[in-house]
């Protein structure tokens, strides 16, 4: 019921080997100039109790991702405001592109990764997170994840 991207699109092992960029489970920071923090896209499961994930990244600017690690193991933290972000996760399993779709990261209690919330547009993936998706379709990403594996 759910997949996960290991780093954001733009991430290069390359970038291991420099001082200014670092990737964790959580946090990626590229070239000291680029920040980015793994979330979930959270999907209904139409006739379930059942959620699908997305485990994805979303670029935060500078301050925000600052603040994010400021108050990463605070508790009461999912009282802050949402941060505006941009998805930085490729999802082929969407015709149309899902690179650089506006988000809203939610931060969540201690211990749990943020809610990203996509801009309410016509793509197929806002789509799917306002009405949920079936258990066919479902079924039909498992499918062609496993097939991409």
Not at 11 to 22: H, V
Not at 91 to 115: C, D, I, M, Q, W
Request: hydrophobic share 35%.
């Amino acid at each position: 019921m759910s997949y996960s991207a290991m780093a954001p699109d733009v991430w290069n092992p390359d970038f291991e080997n420099d001082p200014d960029s670092m990737l964790s489970s959580d946090q990626c920071v590229i070239k000291g100039q680029h920040y980015f923090i793994s979330g979930l896209i959270e999907i209904p499961v139409i006739g379930s109790e059942d959620v699908f994930s997305w485990g994805v990244w979303v670029s935060l600017s500078r301050e925000n991702f600052a603040r994010a690690l400021e108050v990463w193991n605070t508790e009461g933290r999912e009282a802050e405001k949402p941060y505006f972000g941009w998805l930085s996760t490729e999802l082929a399993l969407y015709s149309e592109g899902t690179g650089n779709l506006k988000t809203n990261a939610h931060t969540r209690p201690v211990g749990r990764r943020p809610f990203i919330e996509l801009e309410p547009t016509d793509h197929p993936l806002a789509v799917e997170q306002r009405t949920g998706m079936t258990q066919d379709r479902v079924r039909e990403i498992a499918m062609e994840m496993l097939h991409q594996a």
